[in-house]
């Protein structure tokens, strides 16, 4: 029955979301994402194949899904002096200085010739 109205069993299926990776109809629990409907199995990363479910995901520029793990190791940027991921450590933020087209971690940003600590910021030390 929906809407007060009665339904048989193909038909009230047809009225379900489909799974925008399998196409099967989804029948329990769904994950929506991207605006889409996806069966929690089917909502994987696409370089490990882990299930998403709840966690933080990304998309790249093909709409493939990564788990947020994968997306970095694959997508940031590398720090030019330490030659590491700039990547989130913790759940804190990590923030990317460019300058003269080299990425660095805030911690490597230093000047090359004293290796004092650079500030993006104008400070008393320049």
Known sequence: QMDGQPMCDPCYKNTLDKCAKCHAVILDHIVRAMGSGYHPECFTCVVCQRRIADESFAVD?????????????????????????????????????????????????????????LSVEPNEQG
């Open 61 to 117: 520029d093909y709409n493939e899904i990564h788990c947020a793990e994968d997306y970095y190791r694959k997508y940031a940027p590398v720090c030019s002096v330490c030659q590491k991921s700039i990547i989130p450590k913790d759940g804190k933020d990590s923030y990317k200085i460019e300058c003269l087209g080299k990425n660095f971690h805030e911690d490597c940003y230093r000047c090359e010739k004293c290796r004092v600590p």
